[in-house]
């Protein structure tokens, strides 16, 4: 490059006595010096090409004054102290501990305290899943115990199969022309509850029905819960109109069906 200036004598000599006056730039350019060869130094783009060479090689810290040596190792040190009490610093603060209050000796013991104890804990909690039904696996050798249900499990799981169906349906509104919107839709001990304000011209009405659900299922066979959903969608629900004659009880409610 044309713009390229070599640094002619004394001036490199100079530079180089203001690099050795720093204790960090020294050490820099010591290490720098000490992996140079004898081709790098002598490469077309070298800042000594056509110079005399500077010390350079394994050799070359010994040709520095050992007061600068000791500078360069002071620098050295203070930085490698500074990065040990940052560590450290982040440690006690993992901890929650102020530096003041333990020794390193008592902090590395609660670290390893910690980490026993979480170990174990995580042991533990393995060795539980590993046994557990919710896990899907039964540890060898153990007896395969059949889980007890208490109560008429088969009835509940079949009535929330129809509720979900016929809340489906009652979303979808197949097959519907009457202009209505859900009120309540209820469950409990085995009875529905479903209430719907229905209009007609600028009136709106409250429509119920309430079904015992097991009387239902016994009423057809066979009772898969999503047909006996869809059928009573069909027949009893929909289409929904204003009944006529319309005659609402107290609760301002024409019922179909009401709960004893």
Not at 5 to 23: A, F, G, I, T, W
Not at 76 to 91: G, V
Not at 140 to 168: I, K, N
Not at 182 to 188: F, T, V, Y
């Amino acid at each position: 490059m044309p713009e390229h200036k070599q640094m002619q004598p004394p001036d490199y000599h100079r530079c180089l006595e203001q690099v050795l006056s720093s204790p960090v730039a020294c050490r820099t350019l010591l290490e720098r010096l000490s992996r140079m060869t004898e081709a790098e130094a002598r490469w077309a783009w070298s800042p000594w090409l056509g110079q005399e060479l500077p010390p350079h090689g394994p050799e070359v810290k010994q040709q520095v004054p050992a007061e600068v040596q000791v500078l360069t190792l002071q620098a050295t040190f203070d930085a490698h102290r500074k990065s040990n009490t940052q560590l450290w610093q982040r440690l006690y603060d993992v901890m929650e501990t102020p530096m003041m209050e333990k020794s390193k000796v008592e902090i590395i013991e609660s670290v390893r305290g910690t980490i026993e104890r979480l170990r174990s804990r995580i042991t533990e909690l393995e060795s539980r899943a590993v046994g557990s039904p919710v896990a899907g696996t039964i540890p060898e050798g153990w007896p395969e115990m059949e889980t007890a249900r208490y109560g008429d499990f088969d009835q509940v799981d079949w009535e929330m199969r129809f509720l979900s169906r016929l809340t489906q349906l009652l979303t979808l509104r197949p097959f519907d022309a009457g202009v209505y919107e859900i009120e309540k839709l209820e469950w409990a001990e085995s009875w529905m509850t479903l209430i719907v304000r229905v209009w007609f011209r600028e009136e709106c009405y409250l429509v119920g029905w309430q079904q015992h659900l097991p009387t239902l299922r016994r009423t057809f066979t066979p009772a898969d819960a999503s047909a006996v959903a869809n059928a009573w969608h069909t027949g009893e629900f929909s289409p929904c109109y204003v009944p006529q004659p319309y005659e609402p009880e107290p609760d301002g409610i024409h019922w179909y069906g009401r709960r004893p």
